[in-house]
């Protein structure tokens, strides 16, 4: 018996074993094994039902899983379209790649040169610096005063860039204010103890016995030693406990603020452009309801409201609402003091504004003046000169006239070559030997061309191509839909919501869309909802707006995890927070920020867009193929 169940024990460790080998090989393998599955399973859709709509959702639900679990790269899914749809009939090959290179694109490639080059020249941390040395250190104004800053980076260049060059002087002001208040904390404890000991020896200095006195020096040395030790212990641990959690806040507010800066701007983050080009797909007469200007009326307060009101609960959850201690009434101490000038010394690193860093903001300030004065909406913009015909000049025009010019100005006024070490040690120099009266004269000094404010190489490095295929991908998805009929009958399918109340819808909406950011990319989540959500506001006679554009706001608003976001990841790989910080402090500001968006497309956003009324571009005639 008992043999037997050694047989039995050992069979049973040798199969256990066999499973876990087979679990590791299929974990191992489980991105190859998507890969060949999800296909073969979607496949079963278009076999039973062989219409065009059905072969254009297994396109779109390869392309969603592929996009969730990341498989593959999520640009080389995107091109996924340009082998599908025309395989199973639904484009032409031409009409499938032409998406992947528009107005949207160009608007998105421009802006992304702009950004290129203001990282490029370090003006984003000039512009850092500036503001910061003007806010101040106090942990309030200081909070403010990063978020702010970061905020307004994002708006024009990326939300990571912005994350991770703002991070670093956050850390280092804090580690200054830290170092510079155990110091004084030292030397605090140390006076004191001084002031007891020096009214301790004129007591023992009357008349005592002997021994007496010697007990009392001893003891009393001892005792205080002993309490300066206890006191300047207990003063660590206080101490560390607040700048822990100011190290937690301002890291979370750093991050927090870039996805939120990068909502204010056309050009801020992706799921913006891939709004205004789904809507240039979907809707083509929609006379450009989404650009620049438009987008920022809307956006910007919002953006602005959000930031405040985070900025709120940061400070409640992480350093509390004492108003001497957060703000900074009365004198500043000598930690303020040592702070503040690590900021300036950051400032001073920079130098002198060069001629490169004027050029770089001079075109940027024409940008955005040239984009806000296109189309403002309340009156004729300069565009309207040359889009008497047609819509021939558009925001991405502008965006590629100007960056254009950073390939064209030079980056300094002149500059001479410099001579080779050989010819620099020659100069002056009188030849030895026979005719040594005779010094060589100096070659003259050849002038060369400085290069340009911007060079490809640079350019190269620097420009994340694969999102221009993401959004590429996006509008081919939705050109795709709406050529195969599948957007008509998912605006059919979903045609019982008219009964339901239209902010309820939105808000519903944008509660779904900003859970499902927390675990997939925002440029996925966006291009996989919106071409639904134009059919569904199609199908109950709904403005388009009005859901598309909180939904597209609401995807990147992902605070609760750090991988959400590349900005979540930036400030929890420094090592001081904790999943739970971020989910606690996320989950309120998830609420706060779906609050204000739906707050916005209810106010102002109803007056600018006219979003109570069903427009005629968006009849379901103009989307019929």
């Known amino acids: 018996m008992p043999q037997s169940l050694r047989k039995l024990s050992v069979s049973c460790a040798a199969f256990r074993g066999c499973l876990e080998a087979v679990g590791q090989c299929l974990w191992s393998y489980r991105k190859y094994l998507l890969i060949i599955l999800t296909p073969l399973l979607a496949l079963l859709l278009p076999l039973l039902i062989p219409t065009k709509e059905a072969k254009c959702g297994f396109v779109i639900i390869v392309m969603a899983l592929y996009w969730c679990t990341e498989c593959m790269p999520l640009s080389v899914t995107a091109l996924l379209p340009v082998i599908l749809f025309p395989m199973l009939g639904i484009m032409e090959s031409g009409e499938v790649c032409v998406q992947y290179l528009n107005d949207s694109n160009m608007l998105f490639i421009g802006g992304l040169l702009v950004a290129i080059a203001v990282e490029y020249w370090n003006l984003h941390k000039r512009i850092a610096m500036a503001v910061l040395m003007v806010v101040g250190v106090r942990p309030a104004l200081l909070m403010m005063g990063f978020m702010s800053v970061t905020a307004f980076l994002s708006m024009w260049i990326s939300n990571t860039a912005s994350t991770a060059m703002m991070l670093p002087i956050a850390q280092a002001v804090l580690e200054q204010l830290t170092s510079t208040e155990a110091e004084q904390d030292e030397r605090e404890v140390r006076k004191g103890q001084d002031n007891k000991a020096f009214e301790m020896v004129d007591v023992i200095n009357t008349k005592l016995p002997l021994e007496n006195i010697i007990k009392a020096k001893t003891g009393g040395i001892s005792d205080a030693a002993h309490g300066i030790d206890l006191d300047l212990e207990n003063r660590k641990k ?20 870039a996805s939120i800066g990068g909502t204010a701007t056309l050009t801020g983050t992706t799921p913006n452009l891939i709004l205004k080009g789904q809507m240039d797909h979907i809707f083509p007469n929609n006379s450009g309801v989404i650009n620049f200007a438009s987008w920022f009326g809307f956006s910007f307060p919002n953006m602005l409201l959000m930031l405040l009101l985070s900025w709120m609960w940061l400070q409640c959850m992480f350093l509390g609402f004492n108003f001497k201690k957060s703000f900074g009434c009365g004198s500043y101490t000598e930690g303020d003091h040592e702070a503040y000038k690590v900021i300036k010394d950051e400032y ?111 350019v190269h490095e620097r420009m994340p191509w694969n999102i221009i295929l993401l959004l590429g991908g996006g509008f081919a998805l939705a050109s795709g839909s709406k050529v195969s009929g599948l957007s008509i ?137």
């Not at 206080?238 to 603020?257: D, F, I, P, T, W």
């Open 238 to 257: 206080a101490r560390e406990q607040k700048y822990l959690l100011l190290n937690k806040g301002m890291s979370l507010s750093v991050c927090y603020s």
């Open 348 to 458: 001073k690193k920079l130098g002198r504004m060069k001629f490169a860093e004027g050029a770089v903001l001079t075109i940027f300030v024409i940008l955005v003046v040239l984009w806000f004065t296109r189309d403002p909406g309340f009156m004729p913009g300069w565009a309207a000169y040359f889009n008497k015909d047609g819509e021939f000049v558009t925001d991405g025009t502008v965006a590629i006239l100007m960056a254009t010019l950073f390939f064209i100005i030079p980056s300094q006024l002149s500059r001479s070559s410099s001579c080779s070490d050989e010819e620099e040690e020659g100069y002056g120099q009188e030849e030895t030997g026979e005719g040594e009266e005779n010094a060589t004269m100096p070659a003259p000094r050849k002038l060369k061309s400085p290069p340009a404010l911007l060079v490809w190489s640079v």
């Open 489 to 625: 009958w998912l605006g059919e399918s979903l045609a019982p919501l008219k009964t339901i109340p239209p902010f309820s819808i939105s808000l519903l909406l944008c509660l779904l869309v900003s859970t499902f950011t927390e675990c997939s990319s925002n440029t996925a989540t966006t291009t996989l909802f919106l071409p639904i959500l134009a059919s569904m506001a199609t199908a109950i006679e709904l403005h388009p707006l009005y859901v598309m554009l909180p939904c597209t706001i609401s995807a990147s608003m992902a605070f609760m995890l750090p991988v959400a976001t590349p900005p979540n990841a930036i400030a929890f790989s420094y090592g001081t927070l904790k999943v739970l910080d971020m989910a606690k402090a996320g989950f309120i500001l998830n609420m706060i920020s779906i609050l204000c968006i739906n707050l916005g497309i209810n106010t102002w956003g109803m007056a600018m867009f006219h979003l109570d009324t069903f427009p005629s571009w968006a009849n379901v005639t103009h989307m019929k193929p």
